[in-house]
């Protein structure tokens, strides 16, 4: 019996000296690795959702491989004037000999354009929904006869006020990078670097990829403005 009593004292004690023990260091890189990789985006802490309402107009839908603007879907590759034809409205837009290709739409902050390597087609697509108040300034630039402002006519003015989605998650000017990380597939590997959170990425398909730019602190970040091009 009193073997007994001395081995569940030593029990006991066993079991506290387990409470009350340090993180061995395994633990604490854990710890570390953990903190890191919920700022980078590859573990995702769960965001409160906020519903964007449905009805406003325009209505632009993403969904993997494809962009549908009120009802009609858009093809990147397309002509410019192909963009142009379904987006409607008052558009800016290149001059005939002026590559690469772009227009845009200041009342709905929406930009679209070609690359240097593929200057004549639209191979991006880039939405506003917030603005700094000094982006759209240019500082001069050194030329043969001195300095001149460059007048940046290829940037849109305004910001979308239509209806945005994602995977069906709305996205508006409030929404932040947490939300929609939250709110849409896993298959679009949506993340940012360790070291911080300004211009998360992903892929929106295997023949999309997304860019974000944010403003605001990594956690609460809401979004300045989505770009979508090929590969």
Not at 12 to 26: I, K, L, M, N
Not at 206 to 213: D, K, R
Request: hydrophobic share 40%; proline share 5%; with cysteine.
């Amino acid at each position: 019996m009193k073997k007994l009593l001395i081995l569940l004292l030593a029990l006991v004690g066993c079991v506290h000296a387990q409470d009350t023990a340090q993180p061995s260091r395994s633990e604490q890189l854990r710890a570390v690795f953990d903190k890191a990789a919920k700022r980078s985006g590859i573990v995702k802490d769960a965001a409160p959702v906020r519903t964007v309402r449905k009805g406003a107009k325009p209505e632009i839908l993403l969904s993997p491989g494809k962009v549908v603007f009120n009802g009609t879907e858009l093809r990147f590759g397309a002509r410019v004037a192909d963009w142009k034809a379904v987006i409607g409205g008052e558009a800016l837009c290149s001059k005939a000999n002026e590559k690469p290709v772009w227009c845009k739409w200041d009342g709905n902050g929406i930009e679209i354009g070609g690359t240097l390597e593929k200057p004549d087609t639209v191979e991006e697509l880039r939405v506003y929904l917030n603005r700094d108040a000094n982006e759209l300034e240019m500082k001069d630039i050194p030329t043969a006869s001195g300095r001149k402002r460059v007048e940046p006519v290829w940037l849109a003015k305004g910001v979308f006020r239509g209806y945005l989605a994602i995977d069906q998650f709305g996205v508006d000017a409030r929404t932040t990078f947490r939300e929609i990380q939250n709110g849409v597939s896993a298959d679009y590997r949506l993340r940012c670097g360790l070291a911080q959170c300004t211009h998360p990425h992903g892929n929106l398909g295997p023949e999309l990829n997304i860019q974000m730019v944010l403003m605001g602190t990594p956690d609460d970040g809401v979004l300045k403005e989505l770009s979508l091009y090929r590969p």
